[in-house]
């Protein structure tokens, strides 16, 4: 078609005015065209040096983090992080691109699109214990059936500072993730201890009841409910319940309330020390903690 002649000018319509009338990218044009005349069925290779290994090697490495680490979910930043601190230094893109030929990216949840009142601002603070995130889950035991697990995650480091499971998931079993940062955080549990945090949590009738936000009043606490229907105003707890399925109510049984109580504290302070956030460089959340305490010191 753009080598036929125009009517009226007498001239070659060209390939420009051709495409640009059909609305069809020229780029894509010439790419499939190099396509037909250059049919290769191995895909172009990474141009420049190779780094201290070649790709086989690399997923060598790449596999035996994956295997070597106690936590599941984990994509390929955390393990280009792991690999520099080892000594192997090597670029993210491609250690991603290696783990999504080879099937080891973690799976992703497709979003949807949200009003501006979901991402205007941040939820993170700058400073520990500005703001802690507080929500519910649930899961089964064998014995006991249901069991409702609270947690409470800092904003500003993403520790959690408090996790609890009980039976009901009533508004006082609710309090005990808070209870739990006020003793070891502000040291004590008494009136107005928490001056200047603030606790955010959804619209669940436990965090709504009278008895949670009473609670927080007496402790000094200021109650910052999220938006309606819009998790992401409480992303940092949602972050971590995630975390806390995919690295232990997915994949462990418990028999009892209490032992999953039990293996909930010992998740929590395994998670603290061993857990890398991108975020803060990828420090576990105690190491951001001290990090952010010495920069406000």
């Not at 070659?12 to 290769?40: C, H, M, Q």
Request: glycine content about 8%; aromatic content about 8%.
């Amino acid at each position: 078609m753009s080598q036929a002649v125009s009517p009226s000018s007498e001239q070659p319509y060209g390939l420009a005015r051709v495409l640009r009338t059909w609305k069809i990218p020229r780029s894509g044009f010439y790419a499939r065209r190099g396509r037909v005349r250059n049919p290769d069925p191995t895909p172009p290779g990474r141009r420049g040096p190779q780094g201290p290994c070649d790709d086989a090697t690399l997923l060598e490495h790449i596999r035996a983090d994956l295997k070597a680490s106690p936590w599941h979910g984990e994509g390929h930043r955390k393990v280009w992080a792991r690999l520099r601190i080892k000594g192997l230094r090597t670029s993210k893109v491609r250690v991603r691109r290696l783990m999504r030929e080879n099937s080891l990216l973690a799976p992703m949840r497709a979003g949807r699109a949200h009003g501006p009142k979901a991402h205007d601002g941040t939820i993170t603070t700058k400073r520990p214990d500005e703001m802690w995130g507080t929500d519910m889950t649930s899961t089964l035991t064998l014995a006991e059936g249901h069991a409702a697990v609270f947690v409470a995650v800092d904003h500003a480091t993403t520790e959690c500072i408090g996790i609890h499971a009980a039976k009901s998931g009533n508004r006082f079993e609710a309090l005990e993730p808070i209870r739990q940062g006020a003793r070891e955080r502000f040291g004590a549990y008494r009136s107005q201890v928490a001056i200047g945090l603030s606790v955010r949590h959804d619209h669940g009738s436990a965090y709504l009841s009278d008895v949670f936000q009473k609670e927080l009043r007496f402790l000094g606490a200021a109650s910052s409910p999220a938006f309606v229907r819009e998790p992401e105003g409480n992303g940092c707890a949602e972050r971590f319940i995630r975390t806390l399925k995919e690295n232990l109510l997915w994949v462990r049984s418990f028999a009892t309330i209490e032992e999953l109580r039990l293996a909930l504290l010992a998740f929590k302070e395994s998670y603290n020390q061993s857990w890398l956030i991108e975020r803060h460089g990828f420090k576990s959340p105690a190491q951001a903690r001290r990090a952010l305490l010495e920069a406000v010191a």
